[in-house]
């Protein structure tokens, strides 16, 4: 379990600062502080992880690099126990540290930052499905698979792209196509004659709302319930009849799934019926924390609560989401065309074509 989570910022007259700290007891020297950020910034200054030992500090730690505008330097530190291992947190600690650095200066940051650090604790390794979850409910990464549906392209041309196209900003590339990565969508790799990386897609991938097969056929077998079966499916029914999908619509469900707390609910939801008394009581989750994502899930349409014939209530997932990868294969006639109208480099096409052969199953 980490001991805490600190933002160091760099001032130019005092040096690294710590901006905000959370639990508020942790303590760090301030000549702690001040190592932690010089060892990212000696050398190779390079923006991403590093994780360090200090003396008896064991830190993860992600380096913003300098922002633009005045926003600065920063640190972004996890404190963790002598034995835990800083690279297990690498995945959830720069999702956790963009988020938190995009929200610098705005109004509650403190209370950011404290839920940033609770979901580090709750969710140390991130699901698949969440990291597919991640895409979909980021705008930014939305408009890169968008983008890389149309072909291979540089980072810096990505970028670029980015802006002139979306008029977004990437603050930092590597955390914005680390999902696209860790579920094998894209490989990244460099191409003779081409000085920048190029990034490639060698998955594609799809999301949608569905019923959950698993619940409906339980409920036609008979083993669901039978006092709640015949609602349940009646519920399925009422509520597909009237869906119409949208890209908002995913978005939606897709910041639910990468909320640990939510998506810890959903899990157990996917295999049966809760008793709503026993959901409150079944999650390491303040009750009135749990009664939130309950209303959040009605209002979103993933579950009912359905009454039995003995009156107890039962939360009962009605629709959840699904994410479909599969193989590209109208990739191989675009980099064809883009080939033969010069719009590529030959090296680059055929590099494309080699990785799609590698990804395919």
Known sequence: MPKGLIIIRWDDKLGAIVEAKYPPELQVSDDHVMRI????????????????????????????????????????????????DPELFEEILVEVAVNILEKFKTPGFYEIVVREYERITKTPVIEAEQRLALIFSDPLRVAILSRLTEGSVTRRELIDWLKEHKNMDVTDLNAALSPFIKTG?????????????????????????????????????????????????????????????????????????????????????RSKPVLKSELYSSFNIPETQIKKIVNRLQEKNLIRIISDDNGQEWVCLISHILFIQFFPEYLIDIIRQKWNEGLIDQKQAIRHLELLMEGYE
Do not use: W
Request: hydrophobic content about 40%; proline content about 3%; glycine content about 6%.
């Open 185 to 269: 969508l894209v490989r990244t790799s460099f191409v003779e004659g081409i000085t920048d990386e190029c990034i490639f897609l060698i998955k594609d991938v799809f999301a949608l709302r569905a019923p959950v097969k698993e619940l409906i056929s339980a409920s036609k077998k008979g083993v669901l319930n039978p006092q709640i079966s015949a609602k349940y499916l009646q519920e399925v029914e009422k509520f597909f009849s009237t869906y119409n999908p949208s890209a908002e619509d995913i978005s939606e469900l897709s910041t639910l799934v990468a909320d640990p707390d939510t998506y810890n609910i959903i899990r157990v939801l």
């Open 37 to 84: 950020f010089t060892t990212h910034t000696l050398g190779d200054v390079t923006q991403g992880f590093l994780s360090m030992k200090i003396e008896d500090l064991n830190v993860a730690s992600y380096y913003s690099g300098v922002l633009k505008g005045e926003i600065g330097q920063f640190c972004v530190s996890l404190i963790l126990e002598r034995d835990e």
